[in-house]
Every structure is written in structure tokens, then in C-alpha cells.
């Protein structure tokens, strides 16, 4: 079945240092991909989103590529803030399942 | 524009007993998503809704059951709890199309003591 694969964490990172959380699917067909993000005590809030390869997602200074030939989407900002703490959660989607398959989560911690 | 409502925000149960979660989703999406998010196991779907049918279910016991209205609020049920039910759960709204995200709620923390 559909899956995705996310780095570990947490983690820790400094303000104003780059960050990269690694996420990479396995799916069948052409599936959409998505970041979630989750403060504490929170929902999920949509980060970005691709429909489909070489598509890049950008908001509030996060970028991911979707690339198929590497089926990954990796999530990136350059200049983290303390209030970037948090869960982020890679997902896919195919139009079949109707549902999200999730990663398991990667939690930062941003330090001033 | 109001988002998804999801009530109540906390419950505590006791093991064996049944809980009913409800589900507001935003004005004019007609699908509704649940979600169970736990440390161990981490986001698991549930089931969807739209237009009052159950379009997909996930790897849960019968246990765990749904429906939805004309008006699209929902609701899930889950009887005789366990205390491994404990968990956050999690509603989503959509509106339309393949592309579109999904819009999360608050959730509902439910504990099983």
C-alpha cells in the first residue's frame, strides 16, 4: 500500500538556521503531496501542496518540491523562527483512496 | 469565515463505555474526513464522508463507526472503549476536487481510564 517515509526527530535547531525535513513516498499512480504543520494543543494546518512533478509549494518562507523521479518532498525554510516550533507532518493523497496517508511526524525546536 | 468545529474539545470516558464526537465542517464542503492521531501509531484515517455516504473506511474495528448528515456535520462513534482508544481525533473538511487540501478542526482529546 501507499506510504511515507519522514525523518525522525526532534530537531533543534538555532533562529535564522536552515532547515530540511526529508520526507520520500511510496504510492502507485500519481499522487497529490502536502506539509502539515501542528502547534501544540492544535489541529493540522495545510502548509503547502503539490499536484503534481517538478511542482513546488511555497508559504510563509517553506518551499518543497515534488519530484517523482526521487519520489520525495523534502520541506524547506532558510531562516527559521522560534515560532516555526512545531510538528510537521508530510501526507499524500490519491484520488482512489479519498483519504491522507501520513508521515509520522518530525517536531522542531527552534532556540532563540 | 468560520473553519471546521469539532465538539467537545476534551472528554474523559470509562472503559466500556460509548462516545459520540461531532463535526462541523466548513459551509459548503460536502466531505468529511475523520483521523486518529496517537504517539505510538501516529495519524490513522478512519473513514469519509461525502453526501452522507461513506466513501472509504480505514483498518478499525467495527467498534469505530460514522455517519454524516444532509446538513454534512458528522459524527463518529465509537462503543464499548478501550483503553487504547485514547487519542486525539481529528475531523477534516474538503470541498472539492483532488487537489484541494483538506481542513483540519481542533480535535477532540479523548481519554479512556
Known amino acids: 500500500g501507499d506510504s511515507v517515509t519522514q525523518m525522525e526527530g526532534p530537531v533543534t535547531l538555532s533562529e535564522e538556521a536552515f532547515l530540511t525535513i526529508n520526507c520520500t513516498y511510496t504510492?502507485?499512480?500519481?499522487?497529490?503531496l502536502f506539509w502539515y504543520v501542528q502547534y501544540p494543543g492544535e489541529g493540522l494546518q495545510l502548509l503547502l501542496k503539490?499536484?503534481?512533478?517538478?511542482d513546488k509549494g511555497s508559504n510563509k518562507g517553506f518551499e518543497a518540491t515534488y519530484r517523482k523521479e526521487t519520489t520525495s518532498f523534502h520541506l524547506e525554510k532558510g531562516s527559521v523562527q522560534v515560532s516555526d516550533s512545531a510538528v510537521y507532518f508530510c501526507?499524500?493523497?490519491?484520488?482512489?483512496?479519498?483519504?491522507?496517508?501520513f508521515g509520522g511526524g518530525t517536531r522542531v525546536l527552534v532556540k532563540p | 469565515k468560520a473553519g471546521v468545529t469539532q465538539t467537545p474539545r476534551y472528554l474523559i470516558k470509562t472503559r466500556g463505555q460509548q462516545v459520540t464526537l461531532s463535526c462541523s465542517p466548513i459551509?459548503?464542503?460536502?466531505?468529511v474526513s475523520w483521523y486518529q492521531q496517537t504517539p505510538g501509531q501516529g495519524l490513522q484515517f478512519l473513514f469519509e464522508?461525502?453526501?452522507?455516504?461513506?466513501?472509504n473506511k480505514g483498518n478499525f474495528p467495527g467498534r469505530f463507526s460514522g455517519r454524516q448528515f444532509s446538513n454534512s456535520r458528522s459524527e463518529m462513534n465509537v462503543s464499548t472503549l478501550e483503553l487504547g482508544d485514547s487519542a486525539l481525533y481529528l475531523c477534516?473538511?474538503?470541498?472539492?476536487?483532488?487537489?484541494?487540501?483538506?481542513?483540519f478542526g481542533s480535535g477532540t482529546r479523548l481519554t479512556v481510564v
Open positions: 477534516a473538511s474538503r470541498y472539492r476536487g483532488d487537489t484541494d487540501g483538506y481542513t
Open positions: 504510492a502507485t499512480g500519481y499522487p497529490s
Open positions: 503539490a499536484t503534481k512533478a517538478d
Open positions: 501526507a499524500l493523497h490519491k484520488a482512489a483512496g479519498n483519504k491522507l496517508t
Open positions: 459551509s459548503g464542503h460536502r466531505s
Open positions: 464522508y461525502f453526501s452522507e455516504t461513506q466513501r
